[in-house]
């Protein structure tokens, strides 16, 4: 039989719904800002559309524009200028920046409470030691989407395939507060498939597409995709997938998210929810 779908969009949807009513609860408002470095029509885009996001649930947000040619320096005066402003209670940054701009010495610049991207080193040291302030938000997103499938964690094996700093090495560390035992893949592991064969839970995130197929996954296991990979069809038309063979794997795995709209408005969603953590950690409603 066929894997259940996991519908991301419809549980982004009932996240925000919840952060919109929490937002209205706040005693003082709930701003965000995001910086960007370099005006380019895409990233512009998308900073209108996460403007769009925050606003729709009541979360004020701006965008502070920087030039592509501002100095290290500058950047961290901003930074720390935002850090010190106490009518703001997020900040993140746009990535990718200028290659002569240093992005995680400015990250490591962000207040660690107002770090709504969970990106700071300071706190993924957090999350290593049990002691999560905000985690990373696609990492989060995994965990949710694994969540919402009902199957325990505690106790299940899981594999990780792909060990980047945002995404493999903190869902790992996610996993494992779950009390999950977990195997990390990375590009140096010499038999992929006797991990992921293994896996109850299967996460992957490494950006090839089709690297797993139907043999690399247990019967009826979880499998997370968190790949985008933008390819080229037969017929010549561009279209995006995962990092899992969607069509192969979904008739051995027992739930699967699809790309698009699996792990993808999840991150968007968890984006939010931190940025309502980091205000109510601020205002001292959460510890």
Same mark, same amino acid.
């Not at 940054?93 to 610049?109: F, K, T, V, W």
């Not at 498939?193 to 992921?196: A, D, L, P, R, S």
């Not at 979904?250 to 931190?274: F, S």
């Given at each position: 039989m066929a894997a259940k779908i996991i519908d991301g969009v419809a549980l982004a949807e009932r996240i925000k719904q919840d952060v919109a009513v929490r937002v209205r609860a706040m005693p003082k408002p709930v701003y965000l800002v995001a910086v960007l470095v370099g005006a380019t029509p895409a990233g512009e885009l998308y900073a209108q559309r996460q403007g769009d996001a925050c606003r729709a649930l009541g979360i004020q947000y701006d965008l502070l524009t920087l030039p592509d040619d501002v100095t290290q320096k500058d950047v961290k005066r901003e930074i720390r200028r935002l850090n010190d402003d106490?009518?703001?209670?997020?900040?993140?940054?746009?990535?990718?920046?200028?290659?002569?701009?240093?992005?995680?010495?400015?990250?490591?610049?962000?207040?660690?409470?107002k770090d709504v991207e969970g990106v700071n080193p300071a706190n993924i040291g957090y999350v290593?030691?049990?002691?999560?302030?905000?985690?990373?938000?696609?990492?989060?997103?995994?965990?949710?989407?694994?969540?919402?499938?009902?199957?325990?964690?505690?106790?299940?094996?899981?594999?990780?395939v792909g060990a980047s700093q945002i995404v493999g090495?903190?869902?790992?560390?996610?996993?494992?507060?779950?009390m999950a035992t977990v195997r990390l893949?990375?590009?140096a592991t010499r038999d992929l498939?006797?991990?992921?064969r293994a896996a109850d839970l299967l996460v992957v995130a490494v950006g090839k597409a089709g690297l797993i197929i139907a043999d690399h996954v247990k019967e009826g296991a979880v499998?997370?995709?968190?790949?985008?990979?933008?390819?080229?069809? /037969?017929?010549g038309t561009k279209k995006t997938v995962g990092d899992v063979d969607f069509e192969?794997?979904?008739?051995?795995?027992?739930?699967?998210? /699809?790309?698009?709209?699996?792990?993808? /408005?999840?991150?968007?969603?968890?984006?939010?929810?931190?940025t309502l953590r980091s205000a109510e950690i601020l205002f001292g409603l959460q510890k």
């Open positions: 106490p009518n703001v209670t997020g900040i993140m940054m746009h990535l990718p920046l200028p290659q002569h701009l240093d992005a995680p010495r400015l990250q490591y610049e962000i207040d660690v409470v290593v030691y049990g002691h999560t302030v905000i985690a990373p938000c696609t990492a989060l997103s995994v965990i949710e989407l694994i969540k919402s499938t009902g199957v325990e964690m505690r106790g299940a094996e899981a594999t990780v090495k903190p869902v790992s560390l996610l996993l494992t507060e779950q893949c990375h590009i498939k006797e991990h992921t499998v997370i995709d968190v790949g985008i990979n933008r390819i080229t069809a /037969p017929d192969s794997v979904r008739q051995k795995a027992g739930h699967i998210t /699809p790309v698009p709209g699996g792990v993808g /408005p999840m991150t968007v969603a968890m984006l939010l929810k931190n």
